[in-house]
């Protein structure tokens, strides 16, 4: 079939950078870690060209950063980096119950706040048990399908960008947290049953304590050591 060389070769590609983002997500690729296109070509056995497409990809994602002459490596983020993320999704997300209170949702919502309560419930069930890695997975898809209730696809991918690197700078940390359980949100239904209401006041104060309790745990992360 004419082209699919070229389809095969961008699945290969997503595929590559799904992967990798995953294992980033995981913690497995911590932040500082290098690598070399021919590195991850071989761990994947696979040729060179969709590897360096995929490490592009995730480089223009913010998730990597270009070493010269010596690869790529996991980006760093900083306490500062992530209290900008807050800033900007609590920009985003309040954008996007201000656009619901505005003029509704997107037709077929009833179903799709079934999905995303499913998630959320999800979710919350994760942060409950400490379950670190199962609730990232389920959160960026709460995250996604509750932002696709305005159907603008630019709002849902930049949300998503940001919600992925704020999980890129939380996971080492969280990882290290001795009361891991105290330090995962896990209001994903409460908010999910403001939004279902329609109540604005109960999404605020909702989306409110949310950012306010990762600033408070970041802040945290300033804090010297006891000794």
């Given at each position: 079939?004419?082209?699919?060389?070229?389809?095969?070769r961008n699945?290969?590609?997503?595929?590559?950078?799904?992967?990798?983002?995953?294992?980033?997500?995981?913690?497995?690729?911590?932040?500082?870690?290098?690598?070399?296109?021919?590195?991850?070509?071989?761990?994947?056995?696979?040729?060179?060209?969709?590897?360096?497409?995929?490490?592009?990809?995730?480089?223009?994602?913010?998730?990597?950063?270009?070493?010269?002459?010596?690869?790529?490596?996991?980006?760093?983020?900083?306490?500062?980096?992530?209290?900008?993320?807050?800033?900007?999704?609590?920009?985003?997300?309040?954008?996007?119950?201000?656009?619901?209170a505005e003029?509704?949702?997107?037709?077929?919502?009833?179903?799709?706040?079934?999905?995303?309560?499913?998630?959320?419930?999800?979710?919350?069930?994760?942060?409950?048990?400490?379950?670190?890695?199962?609730?990232?997975?389920?959160?960026?898809?709460?995250?996604?399908?509750?932002?696709?209730?305005?159907?603008n696809t630019?709002?849902?991918?930049?949300?998503?960008?940001?919600?992925?690197?704020?999980?890129?700078?939380?996971?080492?940390?969280?990882?290290?947290?001795?009361?891991?359980?105290?330090?995962?949100?896990?209001?994903?239904?409460?908010?999910?049953?403001?939004?279902?209401?329609?109540?604005?006041?109960?999404?605020?104060?909702?989306?409110?304590?949310?950012?306010?309790?990762?600033?408070?745990?970041?802040?945290?992360?300033?804090?010297?050591?006891?000794?």
């Amino acid at each position: 079939m004419p082209g699919s060389g070229a389809v095969t070769r961008n699945t290969l590609r997503q595929q590559i950078a799904d992967a990798l983002r995953d294992e980033v997500l995981a913690g497995r690729l911590p932040p500082g870690t290098e690598f070399t296109v021919k590195q991850i070509a071989e761990q994947y056995e696979v040729s060179a060209t969709p590897v360096r497409e995929a490490l592009v990809d995730l480089s223009a994602q913010g998730l990597l950063e270009l070493v010269q002459h010596r690869g790529f490596r996991v980006r760093i983020f900083s306490v500062d980096d992530f209290r900008g993320m807050i800033e900007a999704r609590s920009l985003v997300v309040d954008g996007i119950f201000r656009r619901l209170a505005e003029r509704g949702t997107a037709p077929g919502s009833g179903e799709m706040l079934v999905s995303v309560r499913r998630r959320g419930e999800e979710a919350r069930r994760a942060a409950q048990s400490g379950s670190l890695e199962v609730l990232i997975g389920y959160d960026l898809r709460f995250w996604r399908e509750l932002s696709g209730l305005v159907a603008n696809t630019y709002i849902t991918e930049f949300l998503h960008r940001i919600r992925v690197q704020c999980w890129v700078f939380a996971v080492p940390h969280l990882q290290r947290e001795p009361q891991l359980r105290e330090a995962l949100w896990d209001g994903h239904g409460d908010l999910v049953d403001a939004v279902t209401l329609a109540d604005a006041d109960a999404v605020r104060r909702i989306v409110h304590g949310y950012n306010e309790h990762a600033l408070a745990w970041a802040e945290r992360l300033r804090a010297p050591a006891a000794p």
